[in-house]
């Protein structure tokens, strides 16, 4: 007995059977999530170098309240003073001895300040991502080192951006 369809070349053909049931579920990876607005830690020294403030501001952030403990915030902010503390001098006396001998060095003097300045970053945010692995992605945050413009002119300075982490249902099952 043989059967002859109409056309060969929709014999291969792999159809899709469509549920209405399907189109009702709503999957969870297009629900979007609300995370509120990061905090914005704005450096409060005297002294930038290259953007890079000499401090940030210790004082707690009221948005942060029931998420951090004051005391582990200031530890961490006192964390990174100290690392700016530590290197912001050599770099402003690095630049000051650039500047003098710009002129001589067709600006090549300037090389040591910027390595200098690349090198702080990287130690800050190294720490940074220390302490989201020790304290801040457990409490659904996220620290880091962020460049934005100023407010106030069109210059670029870094930032302490604490972000907050998108909570996901963990009871819901797969």
């Known amino acids: 007995m043989s059967v ?21 579920i709503v999957s969870e990876e297009n629900l979007p999530r609300y995370c ?14 290259f953007g890079l403030s000499n401090r940030f501001d210790t004082e707690f952030p009221s948005v942060l309240t029931g998420k951090v403990a004051p005391e582990e915030f200031k530890t961490s902010i006192s964390r990174v003073n100290a690392c700016l503390k530590k290197n912001l001098p050599v770099n402003v006396k690095w630049l000051l001895c650039g500047c003098l001998c710009c002129c001589c060095t067709v600006g090549c003097s300037l090389w040591p300040v910027i390595c200098l300045n690349k090198r702080t970053r990287r130690s800050i945010q190294k720490l940074l991502e220390w302490e989201n692995n020790r304290l801040y992605h457990k409490l659904g945050l996220h620290w880091k080192l962020s460049k934005r413009k100023c407010e106030s002119s069109n210059m670029m300075e870094y930032v302490i951006l604490i972000e907050f982490l998108p909570k996901y249902p963990i009871f819901r099952p797969d």
């Open 4 to 24: 002859l369809l109409p056309n060969m070349a929709d014999f291969d053909t792999i159809y899709e059977l469509e549920d209405e049931e399907d189109e009702r």
């Open 36 to 49: 509120p607005e990061p905090v914005v830690m704005r450096g409060a020294g005297h002294i930038t170098v």
